[in-house]
């Protein structure tokens, strides 16, 4: 069994229901060991869109890193992303693999660690909540000091009601 860490995101429909839902659907494949508390945050890159709700989980898996991938794309299928859509823009839920173990792989369909999780606190703050001084496998820094240097860490807050 692998220790990976998932970010998951929703901004179109019941957000949080749409996390829920998608952490079900991760088992058999994924047991979550740990979740982080869920984030409401604007978006980034595409700025014309509703606010995320954001969140990260820790979980053992004995997927092989394409076919964990290939799984969380069919539970994003499941509950209504459809392929094609605008780069960054709105969804029912995202899901991305972070870290795979101390894994670095770099192939067409998937780069892990993920290439653009230490330029978004909206990632960082709820994996800082399951793995703040778990280190990152290139960089050799924990996930909390890269978040204190993220930009806009400061603005990525708890949601109120949870």
Excluded: C, W
């Excluded at 829920?20 to 604007?42: C, F, G, K, M």
């Excluded at 770099?106 to 703040?132: N, Q």
């Excluded at 204190?148 to 860490?153: F, L, N, T």
Aim: charged fraction near 20%; avoid cysteine; aromatic fraction near 4%.
């Amino acid at each position: 069994m692998t220790t990976v860490y998932l970010a998951l995101g929703s901004n179109l429909g019941d957000r949080l229901a749409n996390l829920e839902a998608a952490i079900a659907r991760l088992a058999p494949a994924v047991a979550v060991t740990a979740r982080s508390r869920v984030y409401e945050t604007a978006p980034m890159y595409v700025t014309d869109q509703p606010a995320f709700l954001n969140m990260a989980v820790r979980g053992e898996t004995g997927l092989a890193p394409g076919s964990l991938l290939a799984h969380l794309k069919a539970v994003e299928a499941e509950l209504g992303r459809r392929s094609g859509g605008v780069r960054f823009g709105p969804r029912e839920v995202d899901l991305d693999i972070l870290l795979y173990g101390d894994a670095v792989l770099a192939t067409p369909a998937l780069e892990v660690p993920h290439p653009r999780m230490v330029e978004r606190a909206f990632v960082l703050r709820p994996l800082a909540d399951v793995a703040a001084q778990l280190r990152h496998p290139v960089l050799g820094r924990s996930i909390a000091a890269l978040l204190a240097e993220a930009p806009g860490a400061e603005t990525v807050v708890p949601m109120k009601t949870q």
